[in-house]
């Protein structure tokens, strides 16, 4: 990939960014869209649409698979009013006859589409695809790179189990190397204090450029192969698949087999945790969390896919330049206007 220049932060206007990486962002940010999350979320929850987003065209172009990203942005998307086109599987598009990226993305653009969610294999692909387009692009996930989306729901979902964020102890469990879920969400709980905790076997353990990152920036970090060190005092278990599309080879193959299995979250495992604690999970699960586990009050993955819904939901809004919260108030203004007496 070229090199190109830094993504523009928030700085408080999210309308007409890129989300390409999660040091665009300050805590305030982070707080202004969780509070049009909290709107999107009350709006959903009663039953209600909107139509802030009549008349926009989001496309969701996915190279790699997914399920909750792509279903939660274009749920979001249409609660909202506006038209989706998505395309999930590449091989049927111009992709299989060797298309660029560049091209394909400047084709969505110049089709009248007004904001990209772009999931790619490789790392830097949101930010090449910024740099060719006018309209802003969500990095849907390039490759074992970052998901900024998915660390900003797994904070929001933080946020809602615990009523906080600050200063939680917060524990990262499996591969940390490939776990692109786990990059960007290490680098956003580290802004609000507290301390992280890495469980991975030698070989997938978080890449030390992220590591020295957040040392530079005080995160506490400590490091082990046991969870048992340090589960007694971790407020979320953040519990991550092996990703297996990206061992590569023989010597892959046999990496990704000894590393499969190595961590499984059981009722034994849920017994000797903190009564207080919240099990997370990107999804999908291969097997990292036996389905016993999910009638435990602390197993909250469920509620964090929703919560896709009602983060993404706020972020397409404010991207596109929209806010149910103003449109809220304004509507508030109007009835209460309209039953002043002449
Ligand atoms: C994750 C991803 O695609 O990085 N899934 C997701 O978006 N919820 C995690 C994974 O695939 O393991």
């Known amino acids: 990939m070229n090199e190109i220049a830094e993504t523009p932060k928030i700085n408080g206007d999210f309308t007409g960014k890129d989300i390409i990486a999660i040091n665009q962002f300050t805590p305030e940010d ?28 989001i496309d969701l172009f996915f190279y790699q698979p997914s399920t909750r990203t792509v279903i939660s942005f274009e749920k979001a ?51 090449l695809a910024a740099s060719k387009v006018g309209i802003p692009i969500i990095n849907g996930g390039d490759g074992p790179g970052e998901h900024p989306t998915q660390a ?47 469980v991975s076997p030698a070989s997938l353990r978080l890449p030390k450029s992220i590591h020295d990152e957040l040392d530079q920036k005080g995160v506490k970090q400590r490091e082990t192969q046991d969870l ?45 945790a903190p009564e207080g604690m919240s099990l997370m999970h990107p999804f999908p699960r291969v097997g990292e969390i036996d389905e016993r586990v999910d009638d435990d009050l602390r197993a909250a993955y469920f509620r964090e896919i929703s919560h896709g819904v ?9 991207v596109l330049g929209k806010s149910l919260l103003k449109s809220n108030a304004i509507q508030a203004k109007n009835s209460s206007s309209m039953m002043k007496p002449e």
Request: hydrophobic fraction near 40%; glycine fraction near 8%.
């Open 152 to 198: 900003l729901l797994d904070l929001y979902t933080i946020k809602e189990e615990r009523g906080e964020m600050d200063n939680l102890n917060i524990t990262f469990m499996g591969d940390l190397k490939y776990g692109r879920t786990v990059h960007s969400l290490a680098r956003l709980t580290g802004m609000f204090g507290g301390r992280h905790s890495y």
């Open 228 to 272: 048992s060190d340090v589960l007694a005092d971790t407020d979320i278990l953040y519990m991550t698949r092996v990703q297996k599309e990206y061992f590569k080879g023989i010597k892959g193959w046999f990496q990704y087999r000894k590393a499969k299995g190595l961590y499984v979250i059981t009722p034994e495992t849920m017994a000797e």
């Open 77 to 127: 998307a249409k609660k909202l009013g506006a038209a989706i086109t998505k395309t999930s599987e590449v091989q049927y598009s111009s992709v299989s006859k060797g298309e660029n990226l560049q091209d394909t993305m400047r084709t969505l653009e110049s089709t009248y589409s007004d904001a990209i969610v772009l999931r790619h294999k490789e790392i830097g692909s949101a930010t």
């Open 30 to 57: 982070v707080d202004m869209l969780f509070k049009e999350a909290d709107a999107m979320q009350s709006m959903l929850k009663r039953g209600e649409t909107s139509d802030i987003l009549a008349g926009k065209m």
């Open 310 to 318: 009602h983060l993404r939901g706020a972020l397409l809004a404010m």
